[in-house]
């Protein structure tokens, strides 16, 4: 194709820069400077993709940000792909490869597009109707088919191959908007001094101004009063210019997000980041973000051709295209007769300008009238022809009562249609400005602002060009001197004196049909029509929030930038209230649809969360072992030899911790030093446990419950001096801890005297379990004696380990014999690495957390988060012992004698569970019930917890929470599995030496 | 993300803060004296206001105090901020904002 629709001269498109790219598989050309919404349209190409619910074919509406039909895939591979792009706002380049959406299999014949025929069954409400009955259709048959058929673009089918960068910025004031007000308001906040942010959503600054053909602003042509404030800008020094940089999101406390992007206009394989996020916080904002025109509402008013008025005029003048050769306008505001004076210009048709007002009147009616167009006042549209382009619009008098004559039609290849314009209040929306409506303009404007912030320009509803410079230099002053700039002296602009605008009409035109036969279209993107707003608001919806949501108007990408006035106009009509009453609904970021990527920035891949390595990770890698995540900590899960399975190495971990000795990297518990004279009490007061007489050089392990009475944490904790405890939390639970902890210390407890500091990364804990452990630690040991009788069980000792400063532990979460050697972290690998060596005639192995995990169950010892969810008490646990029952207070002590947490209810206890068949190892997870054959809803009597293969017991086991379980001991229950019932015997929760022999060696 | 005056720091970006719940709920001296009813509302009773709200922030990556701010819910904005032990500012601070 050869752009037959490109006119001979005009725009802002460079003629000697020929572009290729494809549509469809189609090769097409354009220029440099066109959207490959204007390339199309140079070619002749109206029809852009088929339209949601009923796939109609629908073409180019808009010429910008708010397009809700030509939606389009562009990338030439799966890692460049973006689906849902507005072909109104791609940027054309050498290359580019973009596809329409949502057609089957091609564009021009879409099999989906029978949903165009049975349309009638499709009404609003349709996915609440059938999602409620018939019981079963929803997901059985339509969900399916619906999915298969609806939706917009589609997912890429390969990682995003680009990088995205994210930065933030202050700044004195943030000018959202680069037209006429935008740059008036730039120009002002220089004056006054000020740090200026101006960014906008377009490749070029300007605007409406860079269509503007017509007018002059103090003596000198519209663009080139453009270029040379652009200039004047740029030399300023204070002002960054964003380019292609839209402000999606208003955030509390004048933070506003924008997205750059850099890269996707840009032939071939671009370097560098694809977009850039900003979060500039400003002193000052200034929204100058324009408005958007409003469609009509008529029978059929969505085949390819059918236009808004201004962006015909946007497609003549600034790109140089003709959108069609005869042009049918139909309109309630006058600026329709300026886009058909512009396009009469261009050599465009004009076969008629149908105004539903009885007497259009002004300057651009009497400039239409005077050049011979042919302006028919009170005249209404009653429905278009043409399958994959217009071929005809019905136009009919318009009476003053609202009847509607006989219809004539009139042919065309073009229909243009305004109904005014919609101030673009979003971001002031977000901001929780609120919004006023203005009964003269017939739109909602911005009211009181909510966080410092200026509107200027069309998006408060100024229309006239001198009258929307004047008003963006005047909040740009403002927003400096609230800066803290110094006065700016006011400043008009004169323009050639273009004609005042005025009209506009909200809701669906008369049409005189039965409205049951005919569609037409509100909201186009969601396909839904003025006849399923009314549906909605007969079936009882009267918010507009709820019609919103009943009907979907407004609910696409484009949250209804087109659509929600005449939402509004249609469902005042019906409801007999004015639009103020209504009111609007909300308006959420982002502003235009925002890549995921931009959001996730470098947070990719290795980057995508901070990972937590102990001292020993290089070693544990080096040896095979495979890791596990526990929070942002890897931990060594288990040491497969070559060959082993996971169930092979635990169990041969297990039996060697058993009989000889294992090493296992306990660096990843938290651990926090508790300093001062009141270290003891303020534990006291913390813990479940009683910590004053505790004799330092001891260990206790300690409980921690929430003010709730239910366990938060737990660990060993060991008393050094008088003044100083160390104490272990779990890996998960270290900052919440502390945190906890300085929450009562600062804010309940002020008068203790005592200070806490985190030592989790200061510590490597190295824990050494089983029989030979002494023997295999006692070498490395200066300056203490381990001896059983010097160092019994549960008591901590300062001394030298591989010559190293350590705190050595004798303490066992395995049942057997063990130390952990607490050395600082720099030294964890070298001790590590000299007990693993010593240790290897005595058949020293190290084991994973799998294995800690099953030794630690075969003991009963519970695990915080496994055992307990946050609902369990002490006594739930069977830790009713650690409670120091003569102390005045802990944290959870006064809520654990509430009715309900302790004696007389039956509370889920802790207890064991063997199966019948010792080779079945449970799921964790899995319900417990009495009667397995019970019909469902069944009693559940309580959950599996943990559940392992045990090598030391040659059988299975678990641990549970069980109603009333440690009554139950002996009882069967059982496991409800899908396909089978498994028989379970409850037992104690301890299944290996129970008498606690082994601790001792 | 949202700007909050650290009464210790001055101002700070949201990030650097965790939030810690409604200010000013007070733990009895002796939780023995009080009934379970009260000792439940001290537990799970929220006032949820609509409008200026008394809460606990805690400078976490910062100097790691916790402090007390007035913050409107509907706007979130800040009122004031003040340190812990301090009283509610009155009235007249809210209503001269
Ligand atoms: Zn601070």
């Known amino acids: 194709m050869s752009q037959n629709f490109r006119l001979p001269t005009g725009g802002r498109v460079n003629r000697a820069k020929t572009i290729n790219f494809t549509f469809d598989g189609r090769r097409m050309s354009g220029l440099e400077g066109d959207t490959l919404a204007s390339a199309l349209l140079a070619n002749g190409e109206h029809l852009a993709g088929r339209s949601f619910k009923y796939h109609r074919p629908r073409g180019i509406l808009s010429a910008g940000a708010e397009e809700p039909n030509a939606l389009v895939g562009v990338g030439a591979d799966e890692g460049h792909y973006s689906p849902n792009l507005r072909a109104t706002q791609v940027e054309l380049f050498e290359g580019l490869v973009a596809e329409s959406q949502n057609r089957s299999p091609s564009l021009r014949y879409d099999w989906a597009g029978v949903n165009n025929l049975i349309w009638r069954f499709i009404p609003a409400g349709f996915y609440y109707k059938t999602f409620m009955w018939p019981r079963g259709a929803w997901t059985k048959f339509f969900e399916p088919r619906i999915r298969a058929m609806a939706g917009l673009g589609r997912a890429p089918r390969a990682p995003d191959a680009t990088t995205y960068a994210q930065r933030y910025a202050h700044c004195d004031v943030l000018v959202v908007g680069a037209g006429p007000a935008g740059l008036a308001a730039a120009l002002a906040a220089v004056q006054g001094g000020q740090r200026v942010i101006l960014c906008d959503e377009q490749n070029e600054l300007g605007g409406s101004l860079l269509s503007e053909t017509d007018a002059a602003i103090d003596g000198i042509p519209a663009v080139r009063w453009l270029s040379e404030t652009i200039a004047q800008l740029r030399s300023a020094g204070s002002v960054q210019i964003l380019t292609r940089t839209t402000a999606f999101g208003y955030f509390p406390h004048n933070m506003l997000g924008l997205v750059e992007r850099l890269t996707d206009h840009l032939p071939g394989a671009a370097s560098g980041p694809r977009e850039r996020l900003w979060q500039v916080r400003a002193k000052q904002v200034v929204l100058a973000a324009g408005e958007i025109e409003r469609p009509l509402v008529f029978p059929d008013n969505d085949r390819p051709g059918i236009m808004l008025a201004g962006a015909a005029r946007i497609y003549a003048s600034r790109y140089g295209v003709k959108p069609g050769q005869r042009a049918v306008i139909v309109t309630a505001h006058d600026s329709a007769y300026r886009a058909a004076l512009a396009l009469y210009q261009a050599g465009v048709g004009i076969a008629a300008i149908a105004d539903v007002r009885a007497n259009p009147q002004g300057g651009w009616v009497d400039l239409a009238r005077k050049a011979g167009l042919p302006v028919r006042a009170g005249c209404t549209i009653t429905g278009t022809s043409g399958r994959l382009r217009v071929t005809g619009a019905d136009l009919a008098p318009l009476a003053a009562d609202g009847t509607v004559g006989a219809s004539e039609r009139v042919s065309c290849d073009l229909l243009l249609m305004s109904g005014g314009f919609t101030p673009s209040v979003h971001l002031f929306s977000q901001s929780r400005g609120k919004l006023v409506y203005d009964e003269a303009l017939g739109a909602f404007v911005p009211g009181a602002p909510a966080e410092d912030c200026w509107v200027a320009g069309a998006c408060r509803g100024v229309s006239l060009l001198s009258e929307v410079l004047a008003d963006g230099f005047a909040k740009g002053a403002s927003a400096a001197r609230a800066a803290g700039g110094g006065p700016v002296p006011a400043r008009s602009f004169a323009t050639t004196q273009a004609p005042a605008t005025g009209g506009g009409f909200a809701g669906a035109l008369p049409h005189g049909k039965n409205p049951a036969s005919v569609r037409a279209f509100v909201d186009f993107q969601n396909d839904s029509t003025a006849k399923d707003i009314k549906l909605a608001i007969s079936e009882g919806l009267r918010s507009i929030e709820h019609i919103k949501r009943y009907t979907t108007t407004g609910m696409a990408t484009d949250q209804g930038k087109i659509s929600n006035m005449n939402a509004l106009g249609i469902a005042t009509d019906v409801l007999a209230r004015p639009i103020a009453q209504i009111g609007t609904t909300t308006f959420r970021m982002p502003y235009t649809p925002t890549t995921f990527g931009v959001f996730a920035g470098y947070a990719r891949g290795d980057l995508f969360d901070t990972v937590r390595r102990t001292p020993v990770h290089h070693w544990a890698q080096a040896q095979g072992a495979v890791f596990e995540d526990v929070s942002l900590w890897k931990r060594a899960r288990y040491f497969p030899l070559p060959g082993e399975d996971m169930h092979q190495a635990v169990a041969r971990e297990c039996r060697a911790v058993r009989a000889a000795a294992g090493i296992f990297d306990a660096s990843t518990l938290g651990k926090i030093e508790v300093v001062g004279p009141d270290a003891a009490e303020f534990l006291n007061r913390m813990y479940v446990n009683a910590w004053s007489k505790l004799k330092p050089g001891r260990l206790r392990y300690g409980l921690l419950l929430r003010e709730d009475g239910f366990i938060l944490d737990d660990g060993v904790i060991g008393r050094m001096s008088d003044e100083c405890f160390h104490v272990t939390t779990t890996t998960g639970g270290a900052a919440r801890v502390l945190t906890m902890m300085e929450d009562y210390r600062q804010t309940e407890f002020p008068e203790l005297k005592v200070w806490l500091t985190s030592t989790t990364e200061q510590w490597a804990v190295i824990a050494l379990q089983g029989p030979k452990a002494r023997e295999i630690l006692a070498p490395f040991v200066e300056g203490a004696d381990i001896s059983h009788a010097a160092m019994p069980h549960m008591s901590v000792v300062e001394c030298r380990v591989a010559g190293v400063p350590a705190r050595l532990f004798r303490v066992s979460f395995t049942g057997e014999l063990g130390f952990e050697i607490n050395v600082p972290a720099d030294y964890g690998r070298a001790v590590w690495e000299a007990i693993f060596a010593a240790g290897q005639p005595a058949g020293l192995v190290a084991y994973g957390t799998e294995t800690m995990h099953v030794l630690r169950a075969e003991k009963g010892y519970i695990i915080v988060g496994q055992e307990t969810d946050g609902t369990v008490t002490p006594d739930d646990a069977g830790l009713s012992w650690a409670i120091g029952k003569a102390k005045p207070d802990f944290v959870g002590k006064r809520a654990l004698a509430r009715a309900g947490m302790g004696e007389g209810v039956q509370r889920k206890q802790l207890v064991g569970l063997l199966t019948d068949d010792p080779q079945v190892v449970l799921e964790e997870g899995a319900q417990l019930v009495a009667d397995p054959a019970q019909p469902p809803p069944m009693t559940m009597l309580g959950h599996v917890t943990s559940s392992y293969w045990s090598a030391t017991l040659n059988r299975s086991m678990a641990l549970a929470l069980v109603k009333n379980g440690r009554a139950r001991i002996g009882e069967t229950l059982h496991v409800p599995m899908p396909g089978r019932v498994i028989r379970v015997t409850i037992t104690g929760p301890v299944f290996y030496d129970a008498e606690g022999i082994k601790l001792d060696g | ?97």
């Open chain 2, 1 to 97: 993300m949202l700007l909050i005056t650290c009464p210790f720091c001055g101002p700070r970006p949201e990030l650097e803060f965790g939030y810690a719940g409604e200010a000013h709920v007070v733990r009895a001296q002796d939780p023995r004296e009080v009934s379970d009813l009260q000792w439940t509302e001290y537990l799970y009773q929220r006032s949820n206001v609509r409008g200026v709200h008394a809460e606990r922030w805690r400078h976490a990556h910062g100097c790691a105090q916790f402090f007390n701010a007035l913050r409107d819910t509907t706007t979130d904005h800040f009122v004031a901020t003040y340190r812990i032990g301090e009283p509610r500012p009155d009235a007249a601070v809210e209503a001269g904002r």
